[in-house]
C-alpha cells in the first residue's frame, strides 16, 4: 500500500502546480491585460464618462463654438453624480458625490463640447512631478521614461496622446504650466480670479487659477474665449516682447537656442523695436517692497537669498497656509495617508503668524502691480517654463534642491502675481520636448491668446535651431533638388496631419528655392490647418505673385480671408478660382454660399 499512496501524493502534487501553474498564467494574463489597457490611454483618465452637447441649431443658425470638440477633466472638477477624487483615495471614501456639474465644465458642454472622462492628478494636486502612489503615473507620450509633470498630469497626457482635443485643468504652483512643457503641448493657465472656481476642490485659494491644454493655438483660443466668456474683438499685436535675460539663465537647456527662437519670430512678426531685454530679478526688488521685510524674517547668516528665492518662498508659504486652511481638519480626522514629499511640505514649517501672512499678501499685490507696469496692456513677458527637459521618472533630481528652486523660482512669477501665462512648445531638446513661457498682466487672457495664435507657427518654423542648431546647407545634389525633396517630406508629414512638422519643412523648401510658388501654397494649407489664418493669406499672395494661375493658392487665400472676415475679398478669390476653372465645385459652392450670406 506505501507505494500506492506515495504515487497518490505525487499525482496530487503534481495536480497541484498544474492549478498553481494556471492560476499564475492567468495572473499574468490579466496582468498583461491590464497593462495594454493602461497603456492604450497612456493611464491618463481615472474615470470614463460621456457629457453630451445640446443638438446643433439648424442652419442659418451658426453652430456651436467648440461643435465637434472632446475633452476631459482633471479629477478636482464637479460632474454631477461623480466623486471628484483629488488624487487620494481616501478623499473618495469620504465623499460624496457632486449634486451638480462645475459652470466651467457645463459652459463647455453647451458651447458644443463633448466631456468624456476625468483624469489623473498629483496626490491633493499639491506638488508637480505627476507621480503618485495611489495611481499609476500617466506616460508621458513625447518622453515615456521621463515624468508628465504635474498636478494634472492627466490631462496634458490625454492631449497629447490625441485621445481629446483639449483638457481642463488647475494651475496652483505650475499644475497646467509644467505637464504642458513636459508633454509637448499648449498650457495656459488664466488670470487667477478671472474664471470661477464653483464646483472645483480648492488648494491654495489665493494661487489656484483655472487652465487648459491644446495641441494648438487655434483650439487653445476657441476654448479660451468659451471659458473666459469673451466677446468678438479685433486681435492686437504685441509692442513689448520682453526677454527676462536673467531668467533665461536659470535653465539648464542651452539657453541661446531658446533666445533666437523668440527673436527670430519677434523681428520677423514685429519688427525688431518691439524686442526688449530686462532684469526682472532687479526690477522686482525695485517695485515690491515687501520682499525686503520678508528678507530681514527669513534670512539665515549673512548669505543673502535672491529675489527670485525669496519669491519662490513666498509662493511655497501660501500654497502651504491656504491648503491647510481648506483640508487640514479633514487629514486630522481621516489621517490618510500622505507621500512623504508631500507630507514635509506640509508638516515642516511652523503656522504663520498674522504679521506674516499680511506680508505675503502685501507682496502678492505689489507683484501683480509691478508686472502690470512693465507689460502694460500691450507687453509680453518671455521666460523658460522649467529649467530643464522633464527628468526621469525615480529620478533623485526631481526631489534635489537645485532643481525645486529652479523650477519655484520661474513658476512664481504667475502665481504670485496672478497675471496669465502661457506655455508654448519649441520641439525638442535631448530626445525630450522643450517650452517657452508667454506672460501677459493680469487681466490680459485675451492678448494673450491673440498673441499665441500670431506667434505659434513662426516659433515652430524657428524651433528646428533647438534641434538641429548647426545643421549644414551644404549638400552633393542641387538646391532645386533639395527643396523637391524637402517638400515631399512636407507632404508625407501635411498626410499624417503634423502641422507643424510640416510647416518646418515646406519653410526648408523656400529657404532652398523661394521661386517656386507651389512650396508657398503647401505651407499655407499647413498654417491654415492651425488656424494661423494671416500666415496663410500671406504665403498665398506670395505664391500667386509666382504663379498667377495657382488654383489652390486662390482657394486657400480665400478661405483664410472669409476666417479674417474679409468676406469681399474672398468671395474674390473663389471668383477668380472659377475663371481658371469653372467646374471646381469648392470654389463655386464658397462663392455662391458667400454672396447669400453677405452680399443680399
Known amino acids: 500500500m506505501q507505494p500506492k499512496r506515495r504515487h497518490s501524493l505525487a499525482s496530487r502534487a503534481s495536480n497541484l502546480w498544474v492549478l498553481l501553474g494556471l492560476g499564475i498564467a492567468g495572473a499574468l494574463l490579466v496582468t498583461k491585460k491590464l497593462k495594454k489597457r493602461v497603456r492604450e490611454d497612456f493611464g491618463a483618465f481615472i474615470e470614463k464618462l460621456l457629457l453630451l452637447p445640446p443638438p446643433r441649431p439648424a442652419p442659418p443658425k451658426a453652430p456651436h463654438p467648440l461643435t465637434g470638440l472632446s475633452f476631459s477633466v482633471s479629477d478636482l472638477f464637479d460632474v454631477k453624480s461623480y466623486v471628484s477624487g483629488f488624487g487620494h483615495p481616501d478623499w473618495i471614501r469620504t465623499h460624496e458625490a457632486a449634486a451638480s456639474t462645475s459652470p466651467v465644465v457645463s459652459d463647455l458642454v453647451e458651447s458644443g463640447a463633448t466631456c468624456v472622462g476625468k483624469t489623473v492628478v498629483d496626490e491633493f494636486a499639491f506638488s508637480i512631478s505627476g507621480e503618485t502612489k495611489h495611481y499609476d503615473t500617466p ?85 479660451g474665449h468659451v471659458i473666459l466668456q469673451l466677446q468678438f474683438a479685433t486681435q492686437r499685436n504685441p509692442r513689448q516682447i520682453i526677454l527676462a535675460d536673467d531668467y533665461l539663465q536659470l535653465s539648464k537647456i542651452p539657453v541661446d537656442r531658446i533666445k533666437q527662437v523668440v527673436i527670430k519670430s519677434a523681428e520677423k512678426l514685429f519688427g525688431r523695436q518691439s524686442l526688449k531685454h530686462e532684469n526682472v530679478e532687479k526690477y522686482f526688488e525695485a517695485k515690491v517692497p515687501s520682499l525686503k521685510e520678508f528678507c530681514r524674517e527669513k534670512a539665515n547668516g549673512d548669505a543673502k537669498p535672491t529675489t527670485s528665492m525669496l519669491l519662490a518662498n513666498v509662493m511655497k508659504l501660501l500654497q502651504r497656509h491656504e491648503f491647510l486652511q481648506n483640508h487640514g481638519d479633514w487629514i486630522n480626522t481621516v489621517n490618510p495617508s500622505i507621500d512623504p514629499a508631500i507630507h514635509s511640505q506640509l508638516c515642516k514649517t511652523a503656522e504663520l503668524t498674522d504679521e506674516e501672512i499680511e506680508n505675503l499678501n502685501a507682496v502678492r499685490n505689489q ?25 526621469k521618472l525615480g529620478s533623485k533630481e526631481i526631489t534635489s534642491e537645485d532643481y525645486q528652486n529652479r523650477a519655484s523660482s520661474l513658476l512664481c512669477v504667475a502665481s504670485i502675481s496672478g ?120 504665403d498665398c499672395t506670395k505664391a500667386l505673385t509666382l504663379d498667377k494661375k495657382n488654383i489652390k493658392a486662390y482657394l486657400r487665400r480665400g478661405t483664410a480671408r472669409e476666417m479674417l472676415g474679409n468676406f469681399k475679398e474672398a468671395i474674390d478669390d473663389f471668383s477668380y478660382a472659377l475663371v481658371l476653372e469653372p467646374n471646381n465645385k469648392r470654389a463655386a459652392l464658397s462663392a455662391e454660399r458667400l454672396r447669400k450670406m453677405f452680399l443680399q
Open 367 to 391: 507683484m501683480r502691480v509691478a508686472i502690470g507696469s512693465l507689460l502694460k496692456d500691450d507687453g509680453i513677458l518671455v521666460i523658460p517654463t522649467m529649467p530643464s527637459v522633464p527628468p
Open 419 to 538: 497675471c496669465c501665462q502661457v506655455t508654448v512648445p519649441l520641439g525638442q531638446h535631448e530626445k525630450c520636448p522643450v517650452s517657452v513661457s508667454f506672460i501677459a498682466r493680469h487681466g490680459g487672457d485675451r492678448f494673450l491668446l491673440d498673441t499665441v495664435q500670431k506667434m505659434y507657427a513662426s516659433l515652430q518654423e524657428n524651433s528646428s535651431l533647438i534641434v538641429n542648431p548647426k545643421a549644414s546647407s551644404i549638400n552633393t545634389i542641387s538646391q532645386e533638388e533639395s527643396a523637391e525633396i524637402a517638400k515631399e517630406k512636407g507632404n508625407q508629414a501635411f498626410k499624417e496631419k503634423q502641422w507643424q512638422k510640416a510647416i518646418g519643412l515646406y519653410s526648408e523648401a523656400i529657404k532652398l528655392n523661394d521661386k517656386n510658388g507651389t512650396y508657398y501654397s503647401n505651407r499655407a494649407a499647413a498654417y491654415l490647418e492651425l488656424g494661423s489664418f494671416g500666415q496663410a493669406e500671406a
Open 139 to 223: 506616460t508621458n507620450p513625447a518622453a515615456p521614461a521621463h515624468i508628465p509633470g504635474g498636478a494634472c498630469s492627466g490631462a496634458a497626457v490625454a492631449v497629447s496622446a490625441n485621445l481629446v482635443d483639449f483638457a481642463l485643468g488647475i494651475d496652483t504652483v505650475g499644475g497646467v504650466r509644467v505637464p504642458a512643457g513636459y508633454c509637448g503641448v499648449l498650457g495656459f493657465r488664466s488670470s487667477q480670479g478671472i474664471v470661477s472656481n464653483a464646483g472645483i476642490i480648492p488648494g491654495s485659494s489665493s494661487l489656484d487659477a483655472v487652465g487648459w491644454f491644446a495641441r494648438d493655438p487655434n483650439t487653445l483660443r476657441r476654448v
